[in-house]
């Protein structure tokens, strides 16, 4: 049984050959499955980097794994491959998405107004 904040096997194994590609060479890398748990901690949690408990490994790997695979898109690949699994198993019907901005607050400066009693731009 997977904790709090942590990915179970079966979950895993959907997204393993995404987010662990098979290493070739240099020097063997951390528990990739171990990592991705560090990275759900930190989010789920809305703790910083540096409180990354010591199960997950450093905080540093954790915070450069989660830069790195936000900037080549694999988190992206991830999402992606969850969604064709969800329509494949019928449980996402994208007909029926849809953004409601109704539920979405801007302030005043969002549409170019301005703050109140802010000089104003030239």
């Not at 901690?41 to 905080?59: F, H, I, M, N, T």
């Not at 898109?73 to 029926?96: I, K, N, P, S, Y």
């Amino acid at each position: 049984m997977a904790g709090r904040y942590e990915i179970s096997s079966h979950k895993w194994s959907l997204i393993e050959d995404i987010v662990s590609p098979p290493q070739r060479m240099g020097r063997p890398r951390r528990d990739d499955q171990q990592i991705l748990n560090g990275i759900f901690w930190v989010l789920c949690s809305g703790a910083k980097w540096r409180d990354v408990p010591e199960r997950y490994g450093p905080w540093t790997t954790v915070y450069d794994r989660f830069r790195h695979w936000r900037d080549d898109g694999t988190f992206d690949a991830v999402l992606e491959r969850l969604h064709l699994q969800l329509r494949e198993d019928g449980l996402m019907d994208l007909d029926t998405w849809m953004v409601d901005s109704t539920s979405i607050r801007a302030t005043r400066a969002a549409s170019g107004g301005g703050k109140k009693g802010a000089p104003a731009n030239r």
